[in-house]
């Protein structure tokens, strides 16, 4: 590097002072006739005579110019046209407007031939205007100037004339430039189809393995964008809505359905009045229905079907009006139970487990409000679905059959925090049972991270009421 700028030095120097020479050897004796002649001299040295030559490579490359603004221009042009542009176009007569709409059949291959178009004219300009240069000035002893003239000279005429001046027209008139390219276009699709063809297939083949690897975005990413979107105007229970849809197809059948012991259900065997009396009581509008153990599920009672029969008498068979039950395995994804819900046009599954056996029920209800939160109907009351208590911004009580994914909803945290420790516990008795391997005593405390979980109320077979006391550190 050092050997070459010294060479660039001397030979400069040497141009300088045979230039000095000449000058020097001037008779004029005034100082504006020493500049007009020193003038003369330096043009003289770096110009050559104008030849016809010259003239002719200055008017090709004009044209080279205009053409690569137009062929550059139509990619912008075609590639703009909206949906209102392409209505009149198939509105109009015009054999032109016909040809615009035959080319965008075939997008991949109209792009692929004004590139092609476009770098062989770009080509073209620049070995042309290096031609022209070196015909007409004389810079072999100024490398520098000489780069600078055929490199970033040219290429910023080629940029300004051939790029951005013709996209920026296209895309304010993108009909008036199609059309005045169409059949210019048309021609070269025919004379590069070749290239093209090669071309298309080889980005057709790069499409295809990008599109076996693109990056799809996951439900975290998404929720951290409504996190980050989500401004001070956006009203809190139209995000909670979004996050709900967002993780909705994460969530399992078994981490929102109601436990078997929570369940109201009929034997098949009692007697009408029995079975009128539950129904008062729990004022349900579906009742599941077992033969001698809940794990023997003989299908649905649906309260509407006995309106007609209120007047029957005890010895009424009932069990003639039971509907199918429809069964759904724990970890079934609620996105896909809802759709089967809408399929099937009902609102209650039984939820069974690996073996077989009734874990529980899941209704549509429960589901939908794992999107737009608890929905409350005439017939909730006020002991209904999971019961929690507010002491104050950090103390809550809860029932210990409510799942983990309500109770992380209560006290606004992700769902997810106890992925590593809940194991295959979907309540909070369940998550207390897996952090001490046994049911605790009433007054135990247990910390989890920055949570106190104390056990307010416990019989032999499970724990069902629990504060939580949330700390500002978490437990190590």
């Known amino acids: 590097m050092v050997f070459l700028l010294n060479l660039y030095i001397n030979s400069s120097e040497t141009a300088i002072i045979a230039l000095l020479e000449k000058i020097k050897?001037?008779?004029?004796?005034?100082s504006a006739g020493i500049f007009?002649?020193?003038?003369?001299?330096?043009?003289d040295a770096f110009v050559q005579p104008f030849s016809i030559t010259i003239l002719v490579s200055l008017v090709v490359l004009l044209v080279l110019l205009f053409f690569s603004a137009m062929v550059s221009g139509s990619e912008i042009g075609f590639f703009s046209l909206g949906p209102q542009h392409l209505e009149k176009l198939k509105q109009s007569t015009s054999g032109r407007s016909k040809l615009i709409l035959k080319l965008l059949e075939r997008p991949k291959r109209l792009l692929a031939t004004i590139l092609i178009a476009n770098n062989f004219v770009n080509v073209a300009i620049v070995i042309l205007s290096t031609f022209i240069v070196s015909q007409w000035f004389n810079l072999g002893s100024f490398p520098v100037l000489a780069f600078i003239v055929q490199v970033v000279v040219i290429t910023a005429l080629i940029l300004l004339l051939g790029e951005i001046l013709p996209k920026m027209y296209a895309s304010v008139y993108p009909v008036r430039f199609s059309t005045s390219m169409?059949?210019?276009?048309?021609?070269?699709?025919?004379?590069?189809?070749?290239?093209?063809?090669i071309l298309v297939r080889s980005t057709?083949?790069?499409?295809?393995?990008?599109?076996?690897?693109?990056?799809?975005?996951s439900r975290s990413e998404l929720s951290d964008a409504i996190e980050l979107t989500a401004g001070e105007s956006t009203p809190k229970e139209g995000k909670k809505i979004l996050q709900g849809i967002v993780k909705f197809g994460d969530i399992e059948v078994k981490e929102i359905m109601h436990s078997r012991v929570d369940v109201v259900a009929l034997d098949i065997e009692a007697p009408y009045t029995e079975v009128m009396r539950l129904i008062v009581e729990s004022g349900f509008s579906r009742i599941p229905v077992y033969k001698e153990s809940f794990d023997n599920i003989q299908g649905i009672l649906y309260v509407k079907d006995l309106l007609p029969h209120l007047e029957k008498s005890e010895q009424y068979q009932w069990q003639e009006l039971l509907r199918d039950a429809f069964f759904v395995p724990e970890n079934k994804k609620i996105n896909d139970l809802l759709q089967e819900f809408q399929e099937k046009k009902i609102h209650l599954a039984i939820v069974v487990d690996e073996y077989g056996g009734t874990s529980?029920?899941?209704?549509?209800?429960?589901?939908?409000?794992?999107?737009?939160?608890?929905i409350t109907d005439e017939s909730d009351s006020a002991t209904e679905e999971f019961i929690f208590e507010k002491i104050d911004n950090v103390t809550y009580i809860f029932e210990g059959k409510t799942t983990i994914n309500d109770f992380c909803k209560i006290i606004d945290v992700d769902d997810d925090i106890f992925?590593?420790?809940?194991g295959d516990s979907d309540s909070l008795a369940g998550l207390i049972l897996e952090l001490e391997g046994k049911i605790p005593e009433k007054g135990k405390e247990i910390r989890c991270r920055n949570y106190i979980f104390k056990i307010e109320e416990v019989d032999l077979k499970r724990i069902k009421r629990v504060m939580v006391t949330i700390t500002e550190e978490p437990d190590e």
């Open 25 to 30: 050897s001037l008779e004029e004796p005034d």
């Open 36 to 43: 007009y002649n020193a003038f003369i001299v330096i043009l």
């Open 182 to 197: 169409a059949g210019v276009l048309n021609i070269l699709i025919k004379m590069f189809y070749p290239l093209s063809s």
């Open 204 to 217: 057709s083949f790069l499409d295809n393995r990008v599109a076996r690897k693109s990056h799809v975005l």
């Open 360 to 374: 529980g029920i899941i209704t549509l209800e429960d589901v939908l409000e794992e999107i737009v939160g608890e």
């Open 419 to 422: 992925d590593e420790i809940k």
